[in-house]
């Protein structure tokens, strides 16, 4: 193929179909409607001023050969030291691989924003350290809340995207929790003495022998802290909806928590000036796209 016929160019609607087919044939076990749904909510997600919606196409002689998908969200402020983009899900056709590197330099090089991939295979990983990609999560806290001792008078309320007034927290906040129930999150407020703590979880399924295991995965709380404190209501909220296991981004054992430390499973890197931290996970392809 003349390199003059391969070019970049942003995804737009009319591409939708040809991505889901390249991500089709890239990801074994991922269908078509999978990927149709995470772009549906990319394309109705409200984002950044001046960013790529979807992300990036690689074409050779005007046929989609490769993409890389890209979520922005805003973090903090409005100026481009507070946007984060989730570096996704990647697939370039095998005989197109030599010009990958179009698509990730096109795609990481505004040094102000801060880039995360949440998801690398093992594989990938001395590419993307090479690429200037540094860890910022190790693995992951599996934890059995149920064994936590619940706090006194607390109590938990389930928040849906329908939901209109959550009191004691930030508009901000609120919106998060609501915005996240629309994807498919459960969205909950744990209240004690007129406190609310947010948190946000997405359901998962962790592969144990032959029959995977229903759990949770922490996509949003303030603070591990407050995980700690609020485990037991919320184990005996998540035994009520058969998920026994909280999975939690860690770097090591989490104190106060009943559970085992799995070092290297679920490895997660940045990129850039704003190192991001655990226990926020908002607005990545975990909730737009699912496990």
């Known amino acids: 193929m003349d390199a003059r016929k391969v070019r970049c160019r ?9 991505v889901a087919d390249l991500l089709t044939r890239g ?15 990319q394309a109705e997600r409200d984002i950044p001023v001046d960013c790529p919606r979807y992300g990036y196409l690689l074409e050779a002689g005007g046929e989609p050969v490769g993409v890389l998908l890209l979520l ?6 409005s100026d481009a030291a507070g946007l984060r983009c989730n570096v996704s899900s990647w697939y370039v056709e095998p005989q197109f691989r030599n010009y990958a590197t179009m698509l990730t330099s ?7 924003v801060t880039y995360i991939n949440i998801s690398p295979a093992v594989n990938t990983w001395p590419i993307i350290e090479a690429q200037g990609f540094r860890r910022y999560c190790q693995g992951m806290f599996v934890a059995l809340p149920l064994l936590s001792r619940a706090e006194p008078g607390m109590r938990v309320e389930r928040v849906t995207a329908a939901t209109r007034d959550i009191v004691d927290l930030p508009d901000s906040e609120a919106d998060l929790l609501r915005s996240h129930a629309a994807y498919g999150c459960l969205s909950l407020v744990c209240r004690v003495g007129g406190e609310a703590i947010p948190f946000i979880l997405v359901p998962k399924r962790i592969k144990h022998g032959r029959y995977p295991t229903p759990a949770m995965q922490l996509v949003y709380c303030r603070d591990v802290a407050d995980l700690v404190r609020c485990a037991g209501a919320l184990g005996r909220a998540l035994i009520r909806r058969g998920a026994a296991m909280l999975i939690v ?43």
Not at 10 to 18: L, N
Not at 106 to 112: D, G, M, R, S, T
């Open 10 to 18: 942003e995804i737009t609607d009319a591409d939708i179909e040809a």
């Open 27 to 41: 990801f074994v076990g991922r269908t078509p409607d999978y990927w149709r749904r995470g772009l549906r909510r």
């Open 72 to 77: 922005y969200a805003q973090r903090g402020g």
């Open 106 to 112: 096109l795609a990481q090089k505004n040094k102000a």
């Open 249 to 291: 981004d860690a770097n090591g054992p989490v104190a106060g928590l009943r559970g085992v430390y799995l070092a290297s499973r679920g490895c997660k890197y940045f990129k850039g000036p704003n190192p991001p931290r655990l226990a926020d996970l908002t607005e990545t392809e975990l909730v737009l796209y699912g496990p």
